[in-house]
Structure formats: C-alpha cells, structure tokens
C-alpha cells in the first residue's frame, strides 16, 4: 500500500475516534446528569434500580468510548500496532454488543414496554406541576406527541394534586387542541368543565410506536450508517496496523 494511502488512512482514523471520544464525553455527561441532578427523574424514582442501572451504562459506555476513542487517536497517529490491535479489538466488542442488545430489545418488547410503564407511572404520580427538568420533559412528549399517560390519561388518575384537589384538574400538557377553549397552557394542571377532561385519548406508548412506524426508514438508516462506520474504522484500522513496519529489535544498542 502506497505512502499516501497510509497517511490518508492514519488522519481519518484520527479525525473518526476523535469524533467518537467527543460522543462518549457527551453520553457520559448525559449519564452522570441523570444521575446527579436534583431535579432529574432520577430523584422522583429514587427506588427504581432498573432507571439507576440505566444511568451507570450510560457512564460506562461513555467512559468505554473515551478510552476506544482516545487509543485509537494514540495508535492511528503515533503508528503502534498494539493499540491499533486494541482498538480493533474493542471496536468489534462494541459492534457484537449493539447488535445483541437490538435483538434483546426486539424479542423482549413486553418486558420493556412493562418496565417503561412502570417508571412513567411513578413521573405521573408524583408529577407537582412546577416546571421541573423532569416535568418539562414530559410536557414536551405529550405535547408534540399528542398523547397522555403511558397507556392512557387513566394513569394522570394517581397524581397526587389530582386525587386531592376539589377541582377537576388534568395535565395542561395533554389538552387536545381542538377542543381546547381560550388560552391554553402548556405545562401544570388546568382546570377542566366536566368530568370527561378535553385531552387526546392515544397513550404515548402507542404514539411511539407510531411514530417509530412512520420513521422505520430513518432509524434504519441512522443503525446501518452507524454500523456501516464501525465496519470501516475495523477495515482501516487492520490495514494500517498490517502495512505498518515491525521494530527490528535486534537493532537496538544493549547496555
């Protein structure tokens, strides 16, 4: 293989596991925020192991992609075989990894579904209607999403404010625009008419599984992109460490 071909191939496994050192940071960040800011849904689900378990994978795939990241950096441009080897080694972890926890995700929806129920319940229940991170959050799916609850606006039936309050109250975030009369808010509790709140009937369950119908080509897309990069950057990095020149030891001065 040519001078050139190696140099073009040594900057772009740099330029790539920079990128992906980058991305680790920013997943360890989002993990390490989850799991320490006081206003994150980490504190309203305090018990839940499964959200807590969530959050260390997070950190420790960040973490795993720094150090991927970072030794692929030092093997690409300083040329050293053993890190490159390395690299390649944990790059092909990572690939076989994704491709069991996909299928663990596609053969186990119920249990997921279940557990994800699980923990929106408990956002819902103790939902004050402050505007908190988590609350924003939430106001957000059900708004652009035009859902309510998890399986249906019977799960808002738990909350707190709701049960106590001698108003009939609901979650302004859920509030069907067209039967919605005057202003409209968009987080907190408003103040409904009858009994029946004016509220979208869709759970966001379902509303996400339509949405991930609708864009089944894009999430493909992006999976096989992903895949299709990690492949290279193996590819690439074999074929530098094969076409790098091995130190002929016996050259070297004893003392």
């Keep these: 293989m040519g001078k050139g071909c190696l140099t073009a191939i040594k900057y772009f496994l740099f330029l790539f596991n920079l990128i992906f050192f ?82 663990l995700i596609y053969f186990h929806k119920g249990v997921v579904n279940e557990e ?38 019977e799960d808002w039936n738990g909350n707190m404010v709701i049960s106590n309050s001698s108003r009939l109250l609901f979650p302004c975030s859920c509030q069907n625009l067209s039967l919605a009369i005057g202003n409209v808010s968009e987080s907190g509790f408003c103040e409904a008419q009858t009994p029946d709140w004016p509220v979208y009937d869709m759970g966001c369950s379902a509303s996400v599984d339509r949405w991930f119908l609708t864009n089944i080509g894009v999430v493909l897309g992006i999976c096989i992109t992903i895949a299709f990069i990690e492949l290279l950057a193996m590819i690439l990095a074999i074929c530098l460490c094969k076409n790098l020149h091995m130190e002929d030891y016996t050259k070297v001065p004893k003392y």
Excluded at 34 to 48: A, E, G
Excluded at 125 to 134: A, E, F, K, L, W
């Design 116 to 153: 994800m129920s699980k923990v929106v319940s408990k956002v819902l229940d103790n939902y004050p209607g402050n505007n908190s991170t988590t609350e924003q959050a939430w106001d957000f799916i059900q708004r652009n999403m035009e859902c309510c609850g998890w399986n249906g606006h």
């Design 22 to 103: 980058l991305l680790g940071a920013v997943v360890m960040g989002f993990g390490l925020w989850l799991l320490l800011d006081n206003q994150s849904f980490i504190v309203v689900l305090s018990d839940s192991i499964a959200v807590k378990a969530a959050c260390y994978i997070l950190i420790g795939v960040g973490a795993f992609s720094m150090l991927i990241g970072f030794l692929g950096c030092l093997g690409a441009i300083y040329e050293i075989r053993c890190l490159l080897g390395i690299y390649f080694t944990c790059l092909l972890l990572i690939f076989i990894a994704e491709i069991v926890a996909g299928a």
